[in-house]
Structures are given as structure tokens and as C-alpha cells.
């Protein structure tokens, strides 16, 4: 299935472009009421291939991620697209699935022609389609917080700069965890990729703290059931770490506490495991007191940004993270801001880098790298992020919310050194 997507409306012409000679003037065409796209080298608009997750696993996150996308596209075609010329998303399905992911990659760039590819989140299906975006030379920006980005180990044309990555998130948060919630801890999560990064960095990141995690617990991320995998907790936990992705994460969580009762473990959850779930679903009344990690605040927070109130405006949330009008239909809010954000990324390296077609796409990536930090704003509402060139992954902050009266509320922020690590390579030394 494929839906393009191409929002204009009133353009002002942008100074910094006009600077670089890229933009010539912004006249007024002779119909009434209509604006056009300020001059530019070429007047055909930037096509951005949208790898979205429609069905699968990831499809809650994937539609939420289609409207945040089409919000952040509306806003900056108005403001006079990128580099004088209207900016277009072009959307594939991708089924939350790898192989059809590079299948997908492949079609924007033989089919579609688009200029670059955008906005995939599941890590399977990051890892499945980079080959393939590196093999065409295609700029491949992505909304996944897995580590395989940052790791070097995909190819120089693969970047995260809108949203961090899990080694980063754990690292910052490891301190804060062994402090006030526990240090004994059982770990369950979903057995792919973004699971096992969690695995694999939580662990000696709790260790540093003085802590331990005692028990892991692997879960298939298709599973309908998991009473039967809660006995294995060991009774001394003191903490339950759970991040759970897919359709049966309301599942998971009720059927955590009806195996507890009253009496359970401390609970230090990604809202991995509720996101796009009423947080007033009946079964959950047993979370109150425990704490999530959030990316983005769901709830509308007392100390929220102007930024903060205009974007979740524009994509059209609640004050409690639901669709305006539609309180049952709960956003994905703690992870779709990057794809905002991303937009806002690439419309700066595109600017940078005086991008002007796929001739320019070894521009664009140098550009891009050449990018080092961006500041807290209406493009990036989240917070302000440094950005490392050498491994294409973005540092920023993390929230950790406690569940109170039924509702998140955000306890503690953590900083960007919080989570900053030494990098693993660095793609710059590729060849483009």
C-alpha cells in the first residue's frame, strides 16, 4: 500500500537559503488565494520514503508515528519546505517486518525515487533494511532507539538523530533505579533485537550502581500469554524490569498483577509496555506507585514548554495523551516526538548541505554528520540533544515518571552527560 502525502500552504521565503543563493523569491501566483513555493533550482518537491509499520506488531506505534509525521510535514511546507521546494512523504508498509522492510527500501528508491527513507522504529526491521539502504546509497533515517545504529555496525548511511538510543537510556538511569527503587532485579523483556539491548547494557550498567540483576527473562515479542513465565521470578527480586512491545502489552500487565496480587515486587517499567494503552484500563490499578521510563511526558506536565503545548497541539493530543475528541485513542507519545524531530533534522543537513537531489545525497550524509547538537524548541520540542557524527546517534534526556491517581507524572529528568558513552567506530572513516 502506498499514500503520498503532500501538505502546502502559505510559504515564506527563508533567509538562510536566500543566503546560499539556493532561494531566489517567494512571488505570488496569479489565482487568488494561492502562494507559491519560493523559487529554488528545482521546483519539484523532496519525496521522503516513510517506512511505516501499518500492521504487525508495531502498527500502534506506526500510526501514530504517520500522524506525527504529517503534523511536523503540514508545518514545514508552510513555512516554505526545504531548500524553496515542498517537501512530500511517500508511505510503504512495511508489515513491522525485516524482510519486507528491504523490500521496501528497495521500492522508494527504484519506484518512488524518493530522496532519502524515514521513520522506521522496530529494531528487526531497522537491522533487515540497512543493508539494503546502504547498498543504494540511500540516506536511511530512523526512529528506533535501538543501539544498532549507534554500535557502527550498520553503514555510514544510517542515522538516528531525533530520538536516543537504549544504551544511553539505561546508562542515565541505572543510578537513579539503584537509589530509590531497588537493586535486585528480574529483567523481562522481548526476545529481538531492541530486548536484547536492554539485556545486554541494563546489566552491567546496574552493576556499576551496585546492583544486580538476578533473573532475565526472555519473552517472544508475539506472544498472546504470560502467566506461565512469572513463576520463574525469583522470590528474593526486588525489582521487575519489564519493557514489552506489540499487540498484548495491556495483556502482559494485567496478568502481571493478577499473578502479584497486592503483593508485589517494585515495578520500573519502559512505557514500552503500555504504550498506545489507557492508563485507566480496568486491571491496572495495581501499578500505582510504580515507575515508568518515558522518552516524551504522555500526560501534559504542570512545567510543560510553549514548544512543548504548540507540538502536542499540532499532532493533536490531549492534556492526557489521547486523540482530541478521542480519550480511548492513547498516543505513542513517549517515542513519536522523534519523528518530528528527525524531520526537523533532516531539513537542517538538507539546508547545510544545499541539497538538491539524489546527486547530493553523499552531501546530505556529510552534512549530516557534520551536525552537533540542536537546541530545545518548537522543532525539537523534547528537550535539547547533542549529536555525535562519528556513530549517527543523538544524546538526550530521559524521564522517569511514578503512576499517581492513575496518571503519569514525571520525577526526576536526567541530563545529557547522564548518558553519554565512549563510542564503539565511527562510520566517517567509510567509504561513501
Known sequence: MTDKNRNSGLIGLNRRSALKGLVASAGLMAAPGFVRYSQAQSS???KIGFQAHRTGIGAAYGRWYEKTTAAALKLINEAGGINGRPVEVITEDDGTDPKRGAEVVGKFA???KTDIVFGTLFSHVVIGSAPTAGELKMPY??????HHVASTKMNRYCFQPGITDVKSQVISMAPWIAANVGKKITMIYPDFAFGHDHRDYFTPAIKAQGGEVIAQIPIPPTESSFTRYFPQIPAETEVIYHVMVGPAVLTFVKELGEFYGTNRPQLFGFIDSLEAVDMASPGLEFLEGSHFWEGMPRYLQP????AVKAYRNAVGIDENGAAVGDPKDVSTAAHMFGCWETLYVVKQAMEAAGYQGPDDRAKLVEATEA???????PEHPQGDKIFNGKIHQCFGHQNISIVEGGKLKVVHRTSIEDGLYEPEGDYTTQAL
Do not use: C, M, N, R
Open 303 to 306: 512545567d510543560a514548554s510553549d
Open 141 to 146: 533515517y530512523v526512529v528506533s532507539e535501538g
Open 44 to 46: 519539484a518537491p523532496i
Open 110 to 112: 527504484s519506484q518512488h
Open 371 to 377: 551536525l552537533t547538537e540542536f537546541k530545545e524548541g
